[in-house]
């Protein structure tokens, strides 16, 4: 077996514990005599899973109970119709544009009421966070819509928008349980978990109680309406079993290792690490400014695309794989979410270095 260090943006690096785990109970889950892949989500072993990983992530994230933990398919890009379905009384929404994933939600809100882009970062290629501090909420907005880190493009909120009282919806997924947050101070926090939590293909959404309502859009699917998979304690339909499972894994490893202080701790020595690096370097720099920077996800250029190229090449030969950046952005990306141990981010600084003296 020959594992390598995997810089993915997602699906990502898992931690190689939480695998072993996974492998030692792939043929019988407990006494239960068969796999949890076998296992029909109604049966008791399948409901203290469920249960086990939800209570895990309360544990970890603080969840307030009055906020309900969801478990959907679809991906986080499912959500971005499902945020304006479930919350949009009055058809209006404030949205802040950082990148591709907010265009994305833009553009699905738009199909359904009146979006107001109230800040963008769009002018300077998305990279950096816009002053939130002041912004122009709409009156009648039914929420404010922020992504928190940018998976892209590498930035990362260093404050929550001041949103005048409205609603914040946040999605989350690039920087899921890699750090505390303060869930109070939000209405809908959602994730997709492949990207640090698990296996793709399943959202968590944390999402106040209030919010969850049967006044939807009037033609909101079954299946998209929070209330739907809320009343059903998300098992309407089959859920993604095995999803579910792994992340009650992963959240189990994140509590044993310290929680998300240690986990925020972890992820800032590493961020360091690399940044330092970058800020020195008279060949690699940076593409974000310092104030908007991400602890997760990390791009990087030289400025030259034929060097960028032999870069990842030098990367391949030290067992750095999937360093290459977004197909928009172009040079290197750098994800190094919780499972990625220092020693990953170490290799790849060392691997820099290395072809810096040679360049
Ligand atoms: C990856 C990602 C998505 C899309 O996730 P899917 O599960 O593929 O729909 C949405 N938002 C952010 C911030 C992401 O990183």
Known sequence: MSRVYNFSAGPAVMPEEVLREIQSEMLEYGASGMSVMEMSHRSGDFEAILHGTEQTLRDIMEIP?????????????????AVPMNLMKNRVADYINTGNWTKKAIQEAKLYGKVNVIASSEDSMFSY?????????????????????NTIYGTRYPQLPNTKGKTLVADVSSMF?????????????YAGVQKNAGP???VVSVIREDLI???????????????????????????????????????????RNGGLTA????????????YDYLDNSALFRGTVRKDSRS????????????????????????DIRNIKGHRTVGGMRASIYNAMPYE????????????????
């Not at 398919?73 to 959500?79: E, I, L, N, P």
């Not at 349980?177 to 101070?185: A, G, N, Q, T, Y």
């Not at 986990?263 to 690399?274: D, Q, S, T, Y």
């Not at 602890?295 to 030290?318: H, Y």
């Open 344 to 359: 990953g981010v170490a290799r790849l600084v060392s691997v820099m270095e290395d072809f810096e003296k040679k360049h």
């Open 295 to 318: 602890l997760m996800n990390v791009p990087f250029v030289t400025g030259n695309a034929d060097l960028d190229k032999e870069f990842i090449a030098a990367c391949t030969k030290a």
């Open 65 to 81: 109970d009055n906020y309900r933990v969801l478990f959907i398919q679809g991906g986080a890009s499912q959500q971005f119709a």
């Open 263 to 274: 986990m925020k701790e972890r992820n800032e020595k590493k961020a360091a690490l690399l």
């Open 213 to 255: 309502t049967d006044e939807c859009l009037e033609y909101t699917p079954t299946m998209l309406k929070w209330k739907t998979q809320a009343d059903n304690d998300s098992m309407y339909n089959t859920p993604n079993t095995w999803a579910i499972y792994v992340c009650g894994k992963v959240f189990e490893w994140i509590k």
């Open 177 to 189: 349980v890699s750090e505390p947050l303060d869930v109070s101070k939000y209405g809908v926090i």
């Open 200 to 202: 793709a293909g399943l």
């Open 129 to 149: 966070i816009p002053d939130v501090e002041d912004l122009p909420v709409s009156e009648d907005a039914d929420y404010v819509y922020i992504c928190q880190n």
